[in-house]
């Protein structure tokens, strides 16, 4: 008996759920056929939504709410709401997601997908999450597509015609085709589907499947807009912002990304971040920048989170903290945005708010190379010609620095001209060598400028004339460079290129100086020891002395000890004037070996009475007496 019931019982729920599945997929045909106005149906979104959501909550069917995702993302039957798509897409998801899925089903996860990979307002970016859902759509194959391609088809549903393009604008289990996708999309935009016109309008800005005419991308940007489209909105802005299809206006650019950026539109948020942060139509004002990529960022923009890391890590708009930069990084690095991981990689390389790793610093700067970041083409050629994370092969740092010189990257066509003049994993070749300098020179780069200089002044790889030299040291000068100042400095006391002036000498060697330039600061302390282009001041011209003797300059160290002998300026003090020397003598200065010797005997040899007649004597009488053996050696 216990047996016969236990088996009635099993019949009866399985009758049961027969018969559940049964009305739950009633209420679906039911529903489709209100919703696209099918099989004799007058069309009633409102009352397909009420039917999709008592399949939905009473009978749970994945079906129900695959296709409620569909109705809040494209406003059928409710207010458009895309989080709330996104809520429902998810719901539909099984929980094997391995399994057969319902065609519904599947096309909820290209949109799921689609969200995703491109974002809406209230909707996380996350493209690592996206290329899982998509390739389970790969996997279902053409029943991926057949729901859509129905409605689309059958049903002349705009914004099924919209999503069809979106399978062939990507090639997702279909061939990827422009111009297939483009006819969907037309058809879409001329029924009046804001989507449809959005992406015309791109289409006809980029020149995707079909001829280019940016008038007409402006068209349909406008008309989406005026639909409320946050994607178009924001398209405009960046029309105005490029001048594309409209006369620039960069004030009308924040115009527009303001609007989209308020509505949640990620992408207006970054842009209207830079504006604040560059003044671009607005006032300057880092703390609105960081503000905006800021809640981009949170919506998982990468380039949003790309920006905000590097505001945390150079202090804009917010408290300067690498840590916070990192992360940032990182999010949008692991995302694929190539920028990110050069940057992750350089933070790595320099220990920059996080423990130096240079094998993880060239993991990054490999996936940047990958995605074709120039900065990191330049980045991995430093690693391979300074040994960072991997053996020197300086043949294989020209080839990235080649690479990315060949994008015109400035910094990359200077390390290049470095490694002709040098000789550094190619033959030497300074014709070759002024060539990139002088590219990147015209680029504005302030060290390649000066490089460029020097060539002129000694004639390396071009015609020796210090006019030139003179003009590009004054480029880099003018951007702070402190060698170009020194040497610039140096062109005016001299006459080189320009009419001699001490005076300007001067105030270009006290602009290097006060970069702590140890050259520019010996220069400007003879100026001020001898009152030339500037009134003398012996004890200015020692403090500049002192500093840069500190720094290693050899002369700097010889003028120090030639004031500690002779008291220019400071206290007479044989013992560091010999310090002085000796230093400056072991570094290959032939002048400092010649003072030392005499120092020596002074200092080491004589007593304190004696130093007088010594003073006196010459340096017969010192090597008569005994007092200095023969000269000092020269400097290896």
């Known amino acids: 008996m216990i047996s016969s019931n236990g088996n009635n019982k099993r019949l009866f729920h399985g009758h049961s759920s027969i018969q559940q599945l049964a009305t739950s997929n009633n209420l679906i045909y039911q529903a489709e056929n209100y919703l696209f106005g099918r099989n004799g149906y007058h069309r009633d979104t409102k009352l397909s939504v009420q039917l999709l959501r008592k399949a939905a909550v009473h009978y749970h069917n994945k079906s129900a709410f695959a296709i409620l995702g569909f109705c809040y993302e494209f406003g059928f039957g409710v207010l458009n709401h895309f989080s709330s798509a996104e809520k429902y897409y998810l719901l539909a ?56 391609q129905r409605a689309a088809t059958q049903d002349k549903c705009s914004a099924s015609q919209y999503c069809l393009g979106v399978f062939y604008h990507d ?9 297939t996708a483009f006819e969907w999309y037309k058809l879409s935009a001329d029924q009046g589907n804001c989507r449809g ?39 405009i802005g960046y029309c105005f912002e ?37 003044g671009i139509g607005v006032e300057e004002d880092p703390i609105m920048a960081a503000r905006w990529y800021k809640l981009s960022a949170d919506q998982g923009y990468p380039w949003a989170q790309c920006n905000l890391g590097y505001c945390y890590q150079n202090g804009i708009g917010v408290i300067k903290d690498t840590g916070i930069s990192v992360e940032w990084y990182k999010k949008a690095a692991i995302q694929g945005h190539a920028r990110a991981q050069h940057n992750l990689g350089f933070c790595y390389q320099n220990g920059i708010g996080i423990e130096k790793n240079e094998v993880e610093a060239m993991k990054w700067f490999q996936q940047s190379c990958e995605l074709g970041n120039i900065f990191a083409f330049h980045s991995l050629g430093y690693c391979f010609q300074n040994g960072v994370g991997v053996p020197v092969n300086e043949r294989e740092a020209v080839y990235w620095y080649m690479l990315s010189a060949e994008h015109h990257h400035a910094p990359a066509e200077l390390s290049l001209g470095y490694c002709y003049r040098n000789g550094i994993g190619v033959e030497k070749n300074e014709r070759e060598a002024s060539k990139w300098f002088r590219r990147s020179a015209e680029q504005g780069n302030a060290v390649a400028q000066n490089s460029l200089g020097f060539c002129y002044e000694e004639g390396i790889g071009v015609t020796k004339s210090p006019k030139k030299a003179a003009y590009w040291y004054m480029q880099a000068a003018r951007q702070n460079n402190a060698w170009a100042q020194t040497n610039l400095g140096f062109c005016y006391a001299n006459g080189l290129g320009v009419k001699q002036n001490p005076v300007k000498a001067v105030y270009w060697y006290r602009k290097a100086s006060q970069q702590n330039h140890a050259r520019a600061q010996d220069k400007l302390a003879i100026h001020l020891q001898n009152g030339t282009g500037v009134g003398q001041n012996l004890e200015l011209a020692f403090t500049f002395f002192e500093r840069a003797a500190e720094q290693n300059h050899v002369a700097a160290q010889y003028h120090l000890a030639n004031c500690f002998e002779k008291g220019l300026g400071c206290p007479v003090d044989l013992g560091k004037a010999t310090i002085w020397f000796e230093r400056a003598a072991m570094a290959g200065c032939r002048s400092s070996h010649e003072r030392l010797r005499r120092l ?20 017969h009488d010192l090597l008569s007496n005994g007092f200095i053996k023969g000269h000092s050696a020269a400097a290896a």
Do not use: H
């Open 242 to 278: 490029d001048g594309i299809g409209v006369e620039k206006d960069v004030f009308e650019a924040v115009k527009w990304y303001t609007l989209a950026a308020e509505q949640g539109n990620a992408f207006a948020q970054n842009s209207l971040g830079y504006c604040y942060e560059d």
């Open 171 to 179: 090639g997702l289990t279909v061939k990827k085709d422009e111009k």
């Open 600 to 619: 020596l005997v002074r200092v080491c040899l004589l007593s304190p009475n004696s130093l007088p007649s010594v003073t006196t004597m010459s340096e």
């Open 197 to 235: 016109q959005g992406i015309l309008g791109y289409c006809y800005g980029e020149g995707f499947g079909v001829e280019k005419d940016e008038a007409e991308a402006m068209r349909w940007y406008r008309l989406a807009a005026s639909q409320g489209e946050t994607v178009a909105i924001y398209n």
């Open 93 to 148: 998801l099984p929980s094997d997601l391995d399994s057969d899925m319902d065609e519904r089903v599947l096309f909820a996860i290209s949109r799921l997908a689609f969200l995703r990979k491109y974002g809406r307002p209230g909707v996380y970016i996350d493209r690592i999450e996206a290329q899982k859902w998509e390739a389970i759509v790969e996997k279902g194959s053409s029943k991926s597509i057949a729901w859509i």
